[in-house]
Nanobody
């Protein structure tokens, strides 16, 4: 079991930026960020493959969010720029051995950090 702890959430205005960090007890093959808006299902935001550093993004965040990882510090970062009200959600870090945009494929989750974007 991998322990994941997120930090960095907060409240910003439209167009602002936030940086989320996930500190892991171990970096697994695929490290991901998901989000769950109020009253909606959890959705994948960004994935990074630890082997090559390849990154993948959901369409709504392409060009605005950047996922990265620091192997030595065992951290995964989500840089979020040009934030929009629709980005408001609880953001979760997840880790797993397989590539997937489905939350059910991940068994390792953090507790989440809230991001609120006001217009």
């Amino acid at each position: 079991q991998v322990q994941l702890v997120e930090s960095g959430g907060g409240a910003v205005q439209t167009g602002g930026s936030l940086t989320l960090s996930c500190t892991a007890s171990n970096i697994l093959r695929y490290m991901s960020w998901f989000r769950q808006p109020p009253g909606k299902e959890r959705e994948g935001v960004a994935i990074i493959y630890d082997g090559t550093g390849a990154t993948y993004y959901a369409d709504p965040v392409k060009g605005r969010f950047t996922i990265s990882r620091d192997k030595a510090k065992k951290t995964v970062t989500l840089q979020m720029n040009r934030l929009r009200p629709e980005d408001t959600a609880m953001y979760y870090c997840a880790a797993g051995p397989n590539f997937s945009w489905k939350s059910s494929w991940y068994s390792n989750w953090g507790q989440g950090t809230q991001v609120t974007v006001s217009s």
